[in-house]
């Protein structure tokens, strides 16, 4: 299997369905409103986007060299779809930066499907301005205050603390500075709960921690996102509304030992004492009127 490329890629996002996209630089339209054009590298490969971004970030930073020393405004930019072959412009200066970059990349253009680029040329000067995503206020802002509200309405400074330390090392996985809507459901399945699957117990050393104590954990995010989509921070479903174990399988890993026999309570304890005691299920019961 090919090795998973490490690194941070600029420009490279991904929307709701899992399809990778690149971004070009922001501009501002004639209305004054700031726009960025968003090109689909059709793929949910993470390694298969990453290296298409890269290309794309090469080529971009190319033609931003042809005109290093051009003071026009950032509106004056081409994008370029790697996957398709699809070129866009926006206004004249942007179409011959974009001519330029064609003609000093013949050997790459060779590579790109014909039918693309030829349409890719037809509509060059006519793109479509596509609004910069809303991806909502960054978490830390929101870390702190769904904390003061929950300083204010708890009784225990202990479950408080605890709620904190799940949501800083929970803001370690995103960063701080990510903003809470670009946070999906399949982001917590595929980037926190394997981190919290390997999360070390502090209290036992060369443990994980417990299920019981990542379901908790769980519990508390879930909180946090519900208090979110109430005060219309996140307008998605809960990301953390699906449990990390259920009840069984928490009890399962509590009580990983199997129930006495009729011979270990004959050791350990009298026939009549279990008999007369309501510490023992009603199966011992049975068992001791009734040995094998």
Known sequence: ??????????????????????????????????????????????????????KYCLQLAEGESMNQNDSSDKKNIYSVNIDTGEFSANGPEDHQLMMEFLRENGEFLRNLPKKSFAQSTVQAQHVAAVPVADHGKPLRELVNLHLQKEAATVESKQTVREKQVTLEEFMEVFGENAGIRSITTQDISMRWVPVELKRPNKKYKGETLSRARLEKRRGYLAKFFSWAKTSNFYLSDNPMALKMFTKAEIRAEANPYAEFTYDDLKMLFTASYVLDSDKFPVSSHAAIRSPS
């Open 1 to 54: 299997m090919p090795k998973t490329l490490n690194i941070t890629v600029p420009r490279l996002g991904r929307n709701r369905h899992g399809v990778f996209f690149v971004r070009s630089p922001s501009y501002v339209d004639e209305q004054g409103r700031r726009r960025v054009v968003q090109q689909s590298l059709k793929t949910k490969n993470p390694a298969q986007a990453k290296i298409l971004a890269l």
